[in-house]
């Protein structure tokens, strides 16, 4: 791939802007609002060494970082009961510069394909449903059961929880009816996939297929336009759910294992 570290950094800031949240706002915690974030001017090169959740994260702090609406005040707070039990992580505390309303963001960067009635993630271990209900049920409680855990200068504050889940939801290439799961955003992106096997019945033999690298697939297809990526033909075998652009196509398309989700 042609792109610079830094280039690849300021997608990955710009797509904080631009792309659409997966889930909506929850009755546990509302969207963080994205047309409240812009990036820094002279954004530091990130590591993309790491998991891409990590990544994220750390983007997200840059932007706060230079933010003028809200303040960085904390990331990665550990919760603790005593010295030996951690109950919980806060993924961000923030102060709004204008309410001067302290706030708990949880991040996540998600990924989920339709399989029948079933949304699996490109490793099938993971599924909507299940981080749905593990955002629900714990992490945007967590204030709720221990803020009298939260270390001494804000456990009298006024926090308020707030979620940012970006991603894409993947509908088979065959299926005409769209995935709409409880609490999709409605303007989330979406896009196709098909088992490696399918490719010949829905691309013509000399289709060209360039992979998009795991740390840009959070980056719309638009902002990617003139990346140029590394080429993939099939049949080459596939180990993995991959994510590939077609040229001239800002559907993002995941090529599947032929055994997937099994």
Known sequence: MTLSTQQATELILESFLTAPPLISDLPEAPNLQPSKLSPPHKPTPLNFSQKLGHLYEDALAQIFTSSKNYDLLERNVQIQKDIHTTV???DFLLRDLKTHQLIHLELATKFYLAVGNDLPGPDARDNYFKKLSH???HQLRILKKYQDDLPSSYRNENIKTQQLVYGC???HIEIQKTSHPEFLNPKCRRGKWLHLSEISKHFPTDQEFQIIPKYLWPVPL??????RLESWNPPQILERCTMVRVPSDLT???????????
Do not use: V
């Open 88 to 90: 919980g992580e806060l």
């Open 135 to 137: 955002l629900q049920q």
């Open 169 to 171: 939801l993947f509908d």
């Open 222 to 227: 638009k902002l990617l336009s003139k990346a």
């Open 252 to 262: 993002p398309y995941f090529i599947a294992p032929n055994n997937y989700p099994s």
